[in-house]
């Protein structure tokens, strides 16, 4: 017996919703250890993500009852401008998150009060369907529309704030504790654009069968995003730097091979590149950076920068505060911009958060 098509557009809504239950509890419940020791760092904005995607449970009238044009504009409300809103959620509170970017919930909040009172009322006319009057199907397609196209803006200039700050970072930044993770903002870049298309394409073609496509492909995006958060995609911070056995493991390498005059050698060839070269002047200075200006093995740069240099994070950053300082005192009308820009620091937030990071670690 074949299946009608209207029982398998039912089908593909819940598949969509059964795939955003799943990640939504991946997201919430799995977290890698060590790092779920920390996971406002590690893992930032994993509630609003979370509650994002439990959201798809509003389309439960659909999955039932496919066949309702009630439902249908629910789920036609659901696949524009929810689903780009989830975008909006997704970058700001990650990428605004790992910037220190406290204005981020402005815009979301600006596009989230319509998109809300909107899904609320296509949910309310999915669950108590009247009478299909002609124009109150018209005012509910200028809502789907109007809040689709306020959605779409704000999405994409939440897209262009992140790719500016993408551009901002080397991938290796390992001396700047902006840390920001470069790669995966363009993943998700290219995640978000893709279904921002793919909304459109379903919005504007009112078609179920198109739709139930699209739901599925969409389903396939969420997984891709729960895969690309689940291993963190930021570097560690000093105070677990500190305590790391591997970090350990690293600095006894080069002291099982070395001699102590090959030991010297190679401490003197970092003190040359990092300081009397004014390596620690480029914002993007990374361990590997110094090795290949070295000409030696990472592992035994890192070994003795971290026994003998108190580690790089700690080395590199305490040159640029004291040339900074040396700066200041010497010409103290300096703006704090040209301060930052000439003693290697990626920014006005970097150059303070590294001040009280390294005034703390001092004070323990």
Avoid at 188 to 201: D, M, P, R
């Amino acid at each position: 017996m074949a299946l009608s098509p209207t029982y398998l557009y039912g089908l593909a809504a819940m598949a969509y919703v059964t795939t955003c239950l799943v990640v939504a509890a991946v997201r919430w419940f799995h977290m890698c250890k060590p790092y779920d020791r920390n996971p406002r760092y590690y893992y930032p904005g994993r509630p609003f993500v979370t509650s994002a995607w439990l959201s798809a449970l509003t389309l439960v009238p659909y999955v039932l009852h496919p066949e309702s044009g009630d439902a249908w504009y629910l789920a036609r409300f659901y696949f524009l401008p929810v689903t780009l809103y989830h975008f909006i959620l997704l970058l700001f509170s990650y990428f605004g998150s790992v910037m220190e970017w406290k204005q981020w919930t402005k815009p979301t909040v600006i596009a989230g009060v319509p998109v809300a009172l909107g899904l609320l009322a296509a949910l309310a006319l999915a669950i108590w369907p009247g009478e299909q009057i002609e124009s109150r199907m018209e005012v509910a397609n200028f809502v789907l529309y109007f809040t689709g196209l306020l959605a779409t803006a704000v999405c994409i200039s939440s897209l262009a704030v992140v790719i500016v700050w993408a551009n901002r970072f080397d991938p290796d930044d390992y001396s700047n504790p902006a840390d920001f993770p470069v790669k995966t903002a363009r993943r998700w870049s290219f995640l978000v654009i893709l279904n921002l298309l793919l909304c459109w394409t379903g919005a504007l073609l009112d078609n179920p069968a198109v739709l139930a496509v699209i739901q599925l492909m969409i389903a396939s995006c969420c997984v891709l995003f729960v895969i690309t958060a689940l291993h963190p995609n930021r570097n560690r911070p000093v105070e677990e730097l500190k305590t790391d056995p591997e970090a350990d493991a690293t600095t006894q390498v080069y002291k099982r091979v070395l001699s102590k005059q090959k030991q010297a050698e190679i401490l003197a060839a970092i003190i040359t590149v990092v300081e009397e070269q004014e390596g620690y002047l480029d914002p993007h200075l990374t361990l590997q950076d110094v090795a290949n200006r070295c000409g030696y093995s990472r592992t035994y740069i890192a070994g003795l920068v971290k026994s003998e240099l108190g580690g790089f994070f700690t080395y590199v950053n305490q040159l640029r505060l004291n040339h900074a300082d040396r700066i200041k005192a010497e010409h103290p009308d300096i703006s704090i911009g040209e301060l930052v820009e000439t003693s290697g620091f990626g920014s006005y937030a970097t150059y303070y958060k590294i001040r009280r990071q390294l005034q703390r670690t001092d004070g323990e």
